[in-house]
Antibody, heavy 121, light 107 residues
Framework: QVQLQQSGAELVKPGSSVKISCKAS????????MHWIKQQPGNGLEWIGW????????KYNQKFNGKATLTADKSSSTAYMQLSSLTSEDSAVYFC??????????????WGQGASVTVSS | DIQMTQSPASLSASLGETVTIECRAS??????LAWYQQKPGNSPQLLIY???SLADGVPSRFSGSGSGTHYSLKINSLQSEDVASFFC?????????FGAGTKLELK
């Protein structure tokens, strides 16, 4: 079955960077978009962007340009998101999620368990 | 960006009741709408896409409808395991955007 296993909780200092991982299994990693979504406590969901591991193509929410960088390692079926210049506004749970194949790629049919990032000095 | 407005923000209903959650888009999204359920402490799970297509494994008591700017999610015969927050998402235009969520509790 499709599984997305994310890395653990992170406590990081303001101004630093953090890299979150999402290891995929149970499907062909290179054939589906991988999305990243932000959820702050008590808040809704905010879409960050997607990467297509097959060729590295990506699409970002302009709001996260310069904040988030999406990469993927085909050899280990792992997607990554790096967040830079962290502030308290970046404290959130971050999810990876697989997109449906084809032109429904922005529908997310499998989600990781979430990775908590806390930015504090 | 397309704004997605969900109502109500919270809802209390009894077991066996029928529940309806609304989602309104700031412009026509041509049925490019999905619904997700997020149970407490868990990640969101896909319920509905293309406004009315049931995702694999989702019970048939869930259904979606709507067109243009106005969409709804209906839950027939509410079960205890349906307690969750529900989010709509439009994927007609980038960036993908979500509603603020509806929290469903048991009365």
């Amino acid at each position: 079955q499709v599984q997305l296993q994310q890395s653990g909780a992170e406590l990081v200092k303001p101004g630093s960077s953090v890299k979150i991982s999402c290891k995929a299994s149970g499907y062909t990693f290179t054939s589906y978009d991988m999305h990243w979504i932000k959820q702050q406590p008590g808040n809704g969901l905010e879409w960050i962007g997607w990467i297509y591991p097959g060729n590295g193509n990506n699409k970002y929410n302009q709001k996260f340009n310069g904040k988030a960088t999406l990469t993927a390692d085909k050899s280990s079926s792992t997607a990554y998101m790096q967040l830079s210049s962290l502030t308290s506004e970046d404290s959130a749970v971050y999810f990876c999620a697989r997109g449906l194949p084809g032109y429904k790629n922005d529908v997310m049919d499998a989600w990781g368990q979430g990775a908590s990032v806390t930015v504090s000095s | 960006d397309i704004q997605m407005t969900q109502s109500p923000a919270s809802l209390s209903a009894s077991l066996g009741e029928t529940v309806t959650i609304e989602c309104r888009a700031s412009e026509d999204i041509y049925s490019n709408l999905a619904w997700y359920q997020q149970k407490p402490g868990n990640s969101p799970q896909l319920l509905i896409y293309d406004a009315n297509s049931l995702a694999d494994g989702v019970p048939s008591r869930f259904s979606g409808s709507g067109s243009g700017t106005h969409y709804s999610l209906k839950i027939n015969s509410l079960q205890s395991e349906d307690v969750a927050s529900f989010f709509c998402q439009q994927y007609n235009n980038y960036p993908n955007t979500f509603g603020a969520g509806t929290k469903l509790e048991l009365k």
